[in-house]
């Protein structure tokens, strides 16, 4: 039973457009949402995170809105540059462990110029 | 170094054979975990530790997985009788203190083949 659900495997945009990638979720009991980027060959990297007390966290281009009604979280990135081009990764953290990450499948990005 | 390094960066072995996966974290870096990434999916939870002790080996598939951090700071994934559902990238991942609630550094992985 998938917790983290990216029902989108690709995205394509143009440079210079809005990407939106879309995150459902399942267990209640998640209390830190966070996204990663990967590269090919890379290990994930850190993007963004959010408390489930908020709705929005913005950090520069990319900005993440939780809707805990709708269980559903999303990752805007404005405007989308060619170097954002990869998977993205949203996962989610029971509370009080830091370690236990549940991740979703990904979704790649790929931001053409 | 300053970044979460693995060895070996890929392995290829027949079933059967014994496999030790090595992981150096983030100098400074107390807590260190175990995912594992397989073809199409996200990354995994394997096992957690805080220094030297696992704090928590509740997503290791079975008892031929087993890990080890004994000075704290280089840990051992070992697998046992490898199978050819072993395949997948594991990745290692370091954190401390004053990092975002689930921020993890995460090394490159080492991709594993069991043929």
């Known amino acids: 039973d998938q917790q983290v659900k990216q029902n989108s495997p690709s995205l394509s945009v143009q440079e210079g457009r809005i990407s939106i990638l879309n995150c459902d979720y399942t267990?209640?009991?998640?209390?830190?949402f966070l996204w990663y980027k990967k590269y090919p060959a890379e290990g994930p990297t850190f993007l963004i995170s959010?408390?489930?007390?908020?709705d929005k966290n913005e950090d520069g281009r990319f900005t993440v809105f939780l809707n805990k009604s709708a269980k559903h979280l999303s990752l805007h990135i404005v405007p989308s540059q060619p170097g954002d081009s990869a998977v993205y990764f949203c996962a989610a953290r029971t509370g009080g462990s830091n370690y236990k990450l549940t991740f979703g499948k990904g979704t790649l990005l790929t931001v053409n110029p | 170094g300053a970044g979460v390094s693995q060895t070996p960066s890929n392995k290829v072995t027949e079933k059967g054979k014994y496999v030790e996966l090595r992981c150096d974290p983030i100098s400074g870096h107390t807590a260190l975990y175990w995912y594992r990434q397989s073809l199409g999916q996200g990354p995994e939870f394997l096992i957690y530790f805080q220094g030297t002790g696992a704090a928590d080996d509740s997503g290791l598939p079975n008892d031929r997985f087993f890990a080890v951090r004994p000075e704290g700071s280089v840990s051992t994934l070992k697998i046992q009788r490898t199978e050819r559902g072993d395949s997948a990238v594991y990745l290692c991942?370091?954190?401390?203190?004053?990092?975002?609630?689930?921020?993890?550094?995460f090394g490159e992985g080492s991709r594993l083949t069991v043929l």
């Open positions: 991942a370091s954190s401390g203190s004053r990092l975002a609630p689930g921020e993890l550094f």
């Open positions: 267990n209640s009991m998640f209390d830190y």
């Open positions: 959010i408390s489930s007390i908020k």
